[in-house]
C-alpha cells in the first residue's frame, strides 16, 4: 500500500506534546558534580554594548566534558581578567568595575572573574605568566569542572531539587535526580548546563 494524504484539518484541536518538544530539542547534558574536562579554545570577545558589561574584555572557553560514561559534552564558559564585582540593587543584578558608582571591595567578584582566577591558580601559580601565555597554556589543557544543572522555561530558570545528602547513597540520588529533571521536563523546561569551578584534575 502506498502513502495516502490526510486532511489536515482534523488536527486544528490537537496538540503536541509539550515533553516530547523539550526532549527532542534540548541538549544533552550532566547531573550536578565534578567532572574531567579539557579546554578545547579559547577565543576573545570584547562584551557588545548591550551586555551587561559592555567593552569588557573576555575568552570564551569551549570546554569538552567527559560525562563518565565515555561520551563528551560541549560546554562553554566566559572567562575574564577584568574585575568587575556584584552589586544586587532593587533585586537587580548590576556589574561594576572600579571607578562606577556603587563599587567597593565588600562586593563579591563576578563569576567571569572568580573562574578566571581559577583558571590562574592552575596554571600561573607565581603569576610569572601573562595573561596572553596563560591563554596558551591553558588551550588543550585538562581541569576539573564543577558542573550544575538548571532548567529553564522562557525567562524562568529553576534547579534539580534532589541533592546528594539527601540519599543513601550515588545511585538513590541519581534515580531520584532524573526523575525530578524528567518531571519538569514534562512542563516545558529545558535542562542547561553551567561550569561553577574550574579546580586541578585529581591525581590518577
Not at 567597593?104 to 581559577?118: A, C, T, Y
Not at 601559580?125 to 591563554?135: E, K, N, Q, T
Request: hydrophobic share 35%; no cysteine.
Amino acid at each position: 500500500m502506498s502513502d495516502e494524504t490526510f486532511d489536515i484539518t482534523q488536527f486544528e484541536e490537537t496538540f503536541t506534546e509539550r515533553d516530547m518538544v523539550a526532549e527532542a530539542t534540548s541538549k544533552a547534558t550532566v547531573r550536578r558534580g565534578n567532572y574531567l574536562a579539557t579546554i578545547k579554545t579559547a577565543n576573545t570577545r570584547v562584551a557588545g554594548e548591550k551586555s551587561h558589561y559592555p567593552g569588557r574584555y573576555s575568552l570564551v572557553l569551549q570546554v569538552e566534558v567527559q560525562d563518565g560514561t565515555g561520551k563528551t559534552i560541549n560546554m562553554f564558559q566566559d572567562v575574564s581578567w577584568e574585575l568587575y564585582r556584584e552589586l544586587v540593587v532593587a533585586g537587580n543584578r548590576q556589574y561594576v568595575k572600579p571607578g562606577n558608582e556603587g563599587y567597593h571591595n565588600g562586593l563579591k567578584i563576578d563569576k567571569l572573574g572568580r573562574l578566571w582566577s581559577e583558571l590562574e591558580k592552575i596554571f600561573n601559580p607565581d603569576g610569572a605568566l601573562s595573561i596572553a601565555d596563560v591563554r596558551e597554556a591553558i588551550v588543550g589543557s585538562e581541569v576539573q569542572v564543577y558542573v550544575i544543572e538548571g532548567l529553564q522555561k522562557d525567562d524562568d530558570m529553576i534547579w534539580v531539587d534532589a541533592h546528594p545528602k539527601n540519599y543513601g547513597s550515588a545511585e538513590e540520588w541519581a534515580i531520584a535526580y532524573d526523575a525530578d529533571k524528567a518531571e519538569k521536563m514534562k512542563e516545558g523546561y529545558i535542562p542547561k548546563n553551567f561550569i561553577s569551578k574550574f579546580t586541578k584534575p585529581k591525581e590518577a
